[in-house]
């Protein structure tokens, strides 16, 4: 090795360090800070409590917007996973024409601003007389998810060789029972893993869910109200939370992914 | 070019399928010129041809997979074009196998009786028996990936014939595997079919296959029937250039017709004037292809020909050691560059023949095709 690859060596690991500092150090100050109290912008460091978690759960407003938050999860990630399930093996088993407008259609959202996405689902939702809510919220959700549920499963469906579901027809089984038994069990791990990703993203979205909610508050948007107002522990405390829980679902998606790509494949 | 079978055979078994101008076309593309075919009750039928052939387009517009775009596929004389898929009695085994990756292999064989909801006590029962049918009883709780490319094609064998389809359509099922395990697989294929007594239509691009286990071939070319025969009469009574080619070794000798007597054709070539009779399409004039056998050929000892057979002397211009035959070019007196091969029993020829030596070869004018062209 010359002195010069040294020399670049050494300065690709010291950008390399940077980069992993600039990701996690911000995430870790803040954990660290929720356990301290702050005076005046100065941390007392003998104050370590878990005084700011206790703050959070005796919140009324926060834990009210956890919980839509999840709310809003769960049901936009079903609904998104239903129609993206099925929609994906219509296009498939029925190679439409149409199969390419259609992954536009469900691309754009997820590609526009979300500024768009959301003030034309607000316009959308005015005209149509529909009261801003946790329901406008969800539907929004769907809108931006379901892009990437669809590509998830489209591609487990298109590895999926097309003699598989020839089989399954020739042994007198319907396009239903096909779906259920040949195909529903091969894409169970794309589901998963698109679900989780999928409510990983929920679970943060804040601008579309500005335009859409009503008087209910997801996590991000409460959050967002707080930090208008000031820094306090409770912020910090939250987003340590919020870290935890993201990165247990990470963790879960990876786990049950391993899992289900255990079933032996084809060849 | 479409062959009426043989009407004997039809009397003797009941059509199970009969295509009828059955043809296809992807835009402007005839794959499969129309077709008009019987498929008999409980036949082993071969559709051979080289790759592209239009083999898979048959089958597949028997199984419902592939609409035809004209013409019409009868199935105990119905029309059978617009029922679905899974409303046929037919059952495929696909050249892939198509076995469900996530199902055991006692599942995949299941499957068809699963979906059609017969009460379990049965179900096991059949399956049981399947298993044993393919001598894979030990491996019902395995999955496919855990098992060889033989033991793979017998689940989908299995899976196939569990539901006791009226046929069962097997696409080059065997050309995935090795040499020796093609053969045994062949065997075993043609002895299931015995016992189990249900047509088979089985596709392949490899000739010895065809002939070892057919009862009747369907010879492919370009998206053409070229001919619809038994194994013998594909063999030895090919009705095309192009199947006189794809089987075995042949002598092709270009021939004219120099005149027509009633049906009988008289045909000169290198082997002199041959007439032959039914053929009332030919003119005087035309230009054909004769087509023989290197066995069809007999070398003549001191007797001479026999009655009914005609001769012509030649060269040896090479011997070939093949085991129990051998082979000679016979060089044709009189016609130069115009050679024979003709095969011979080794013990006849050795130690009394060799290059150089003049000989007398007769053949049965009945062995001789004459093919247009
Ligand atoms: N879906 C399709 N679209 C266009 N051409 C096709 C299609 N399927 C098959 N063909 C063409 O039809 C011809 C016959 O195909 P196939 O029946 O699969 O032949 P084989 O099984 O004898 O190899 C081939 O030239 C193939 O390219
Ligand atoms: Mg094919």
Redesign the interface.
């Known amino acids: 090795m010359t002195r010069f690859e040294r020399l670049t060596l050494t300065l690709l690991w010291a950008v390399a360090g940077l980069a992993f500092v600039a990701m996690y150090g911000p995430a870790l100050l803040v954990v660290t800070l929720s356990f301290f109290r702050i005076d005046r912008q100065r941390v007392d460091w003998s104050s370590f409590s878990f005084d700011a978690y206790a703050g959070l759960a005796g919140n009324h407003d926060i834990v009210a917007a956890l919980t839509n938050t999840l709310i809003v999860g769960f049901s936009a990630v079903t609904c998104a996973l239903l129609i993206a399930v099925g929609l994906a093996f219509y296009m498939h088993v029925e190679s439409r024409r149409g199969q390419r407008f259609v992954e536009f259609m469900i691309f754009l959202p997820f590609i526009l601003p979300a500024i768009i996405t959301g003030v034309s689902l607000l316009i959308a939702f005015r005209e149509a007389g529909i009261e801003r809510g946790l329901l406008t919220v969800i539907v929004g959700h769907i809108v931006i998810i379901i892009a990437i549920i669809y590509r998830m499963v489209m591609t487990r469906l298109e590895s999926l060789?097309r003699?598989?579901l020839?089989?399954?027809?020739?042994?007198?089984?319907?396009k239903m029972?096909t779906f259920r038994?040949?195909v529903v069990?091969?894409l169970a791990s794309a589901m998963v893993t698109s679900a989780l990703l999928a409510f990983t993203l929920s679970f943060d979205e804040t601008l579309v869910t500005f335009f859409l909610v009503g008087g209910e508050m997801t996590l991000p948007i409460r959050l967002w109200a707080m930090v208008r107002v000031g820094f306090t522990p409770e912020i910090n405390a939250l987003v340590a939370v919020v870290l935890l829980m993201t990165t247990c679902l990470a963790t879960v998606g990876a786990l049950s992914l391993k899992r289900l790509v255990r079933?032996?494949?084809?060849? | 070019m479409s062959t009426v079978p043989d009407p004997q055979q039809n009397q003797a078994r009941a059509r199970v399928i009969e295509m009828v101008g059955v043809g296809k076309r992807y835009g402007n593309v005839e794959v499969l010129k129309p077709v008009d075919l019987s498929i008999e009750d409980g036949e082993f039928l071969t559709i051979l041809g080289p790759s592209g052939s239009g083999k898979t387009t048959i089958i597949r517009m028997i199984?419902g997979?592939t609409r035809p775009t004209s013409g019409r596929i009868l199935l105990d004389g119905r029309d059978i074009v617009d029922q679905?898929?899974?409303d046929r009695p037919?059952?495929?085994v696909?050249?892939?196998y198509?076995?469900?990756?996530?199902m055991s292999v006692a599942k995949n064989i299941a499957?068809?009786l699963?979906?059609?909801g017969r009460p379990k006590a049965e179900i096991s029962r059949k399956v049981a028996e399947a298993l044993a049918v393919v001598d894979l009883s030990d491996k019902a709780a395995r999955?496919?990936?855990?098992l060889s490319g033989g033991q793979r094609q017998r689940v989908a064998l299995a899976?196939?014939i569990i539901?006791e389809p009226r046929v069962v359509l097997l696409d080059e099922p065997l050309a995935a595997l090795d040499a020796e395990l093609r053969r045994s697989m062949r065997d075993f294929l043609k002895d299931l079919q015995r016992r189990i007594r249900t047509t088979f239509i089985f596709i392949t691009h490899d000739q010895d296959e065809a002939i070892s286990i057919s009862d009747r071939i369907v010879v492919m070319d370009h998206g053409r029937v070229e001919q619809v025969g038994t194994p013998e009469e594909i063999y030895y009574h090919p009705k095309s250039v192009f199947v006189a080619k794809f089987f075995g070794e042949s002598n092709l000798l270009a021939g004219g017709v120099t005149a027509l007597a009633g049906t009988d054709a008289v045909i000169e070539s290198a082997l002199g004037t041959l007439t032959k009779p039914g053929h009332a399409g030919l003119n005087a004039g035309t230009a054909v292809t004769l087509a023989a056998r290197p066995e069809s050929f007999r070398l003549v000892a001191g007797d001479g020909p026999r009655a009914g057979e005609c001769d012509v002397s030649g060269t040896v211009e090479a011997i070939t050691f093949l085991g129990a035959t051998s082979q000679l070019v016979v060089g044709i007196a009189g016609a130069p560059g115009e050679t024979i091969k003709v095969r011979a029993a080794t013990k006849e020829i050795s130690g009394k023949l060799a290059v150089g030596d003049s000989l007398t070869v007769a053949w049965t004018p009945a062995d001789i095709s004459v093919l247009a062209g």
Request: charged share 15%; glycine share 8%.
């Open positions: 060789e003699s598989q020839e089989a399954s027809l020739d042994l007198g089984a319907t029972q038994y040949v069990p091969q079933i032996p494949v084809h060849g | 199984g997979f679905p898929i899974f037919f059952n495929t696909f050249q892939d198509a076995l469900f990756p996530h499957y068809g699963m979906v059609r999955y496919p990936a855990d899976r196939a539901c």
